[in-house]
């Protein structure tokens, strides 16, 4: 059975460290499962602009509805999630039929891991933060999260480099994610 997940790389900046962790991820995959990018380079939420839909939040909302589950990758902006990505899920989170507020949303009991690149302990504060967001947009939230540490040396060559450590507690985050979609099939 085909896996599709959905990478949300919670940054803007071409080749940004979690966009290198995703990438990192993606190769660490198993072959069945398919990886598709979701932009979060979008129009701020407004609801003003919620009808009629914009191509552009239609089309992350069809792919987060056909995704069998969601991976964040965010950095950690003053030791929170960076307002691209917020804004990303405030619009996957609104209600798919706005004649019922608290109705379905695209993001509606997707499963749902992260994983931060950030320093010191950045990583465990947005963790803090997102766990609550995920849980009250009715996401199936699937831990561990893992936190990864920038190398010193990235900052002047930007090339992430992922340790055996980090590379293992990614392989278990998979492992989990996988498991929790594999359990709700049956």
């Known amino acids: 059975m085909m896996v599709k997940l959905v990478f949300i790389v919670g940054s803007l900046r071409k080749g940004s460290f979690n966009e290198q962790l995703a990438k990192k991820v993606e190769s660490l995959l198993p072959k069945h499962v398919d990886v ?9 939420m407004n609801q003003d602009l919620e009808t009629p839909v914009l191509p552009e939040i239609q089309s992350i909302r069809d792919q987060v509805m056909a995704a069998d589950a969601l991976w964040i990758f965010t950095p950690a902006y003053n030791h929170a999630i960076p307002g691209s990505l917020k804004n990303a899920l405030d619009w996957l989170s609104r209600s798919l039929d706005l004649s019922d507020l608290r109705g379905p949303s695209a993001l509606q009991d997707k499963f749902v891991t992260a994983s931060c690149v950030a320093n010191g302990q950045s990583p465990e504060d947005v963790f803090e933060q997102l766990i609550p967001l995920l849980n009250w947009l009715r996401t199936r939230v699937v831990e561990p999260f893992t936190g990864v540490p920038i190398n010193p040396e990235a900052w002047g060559d930007n090339k992430l480099v992922v340790s055996d450590d980090v590379v293992n507690q990614l392989e278990t985050q998979i492992k989990n994610l996988l498991a929790a979609i594999s359990a709700d099939d049956k």
């Open 36 to 44: 598709s990018y979701l932009s979060v380079d979008l129009p701020l």
